[in-house]
């Protein structure tokens, strides 16, 4: 009896032993990552509809068949100004856009400027003619509904969008001119 139970007593420990050795070597080997780079790497992931999160990515498709991607202007901020059809605030937004963004162009502080139409499948990107100095749209269709993609409840809605691609600032309703203009310089920046 005494030499079963020692024998159990030494199975136990020698189990015990070689569970701590694995631990300690699966410990040396697996690469140790800081927290901080995790959330580094867990912010650089989040896409959503908040500020300090990334733009959700959508294509626009031109006349000549060419597609437009959000993630083509990584690098630059973007607008995004959704707005509809017969809508007063919204044709005085958009005006006021085309303002701002003529101004920054002029200054050599350019966004991109994507008009969305959430009344029709059109969707709008402004160009800049330094020969006029005046911005002009360029037609583009939505194959999915960019409007829907974004949550959008009210227009006309602003989305200020960095070189990065995170969401700076939410904007829903008319602004005045001043305010745009201060919401863009906080992106361009």
Known sequence: MQSNKSRNVR????FIVAVAVSVV???IVTPRQSPQT???TAKKQVVGLQVGEKAPNFTLVAANGHQVHLSDFLGQ????LFSATGCSSCETQVSDAQRVYAAQSRTHHAFALLGIDLSDTAANIMNYDPHIQSAYPVSLS??????????ITGIPT????DRTGVIHAVVEGEMGLAAL???V????A
């Open 185 to 188: 310089e906080q992106v361009v």
């Open 77 to 80: 901020p973007v607008v995004l």
């Open 38 to 40: 995790n959330l580094a």
């Open 142 to 151: 939505q194959p999915i509904h960019v409007g829907t993609l974004y949550q």
């Open 158 to 161: 602003s989305i200020f969008i």
């Open 181 to 183: 203009q201060h919401d």
């Open 11 to 14: 199975f136990i420990f020698s």
């Open 25 to 27: 070597i699966w410990a």
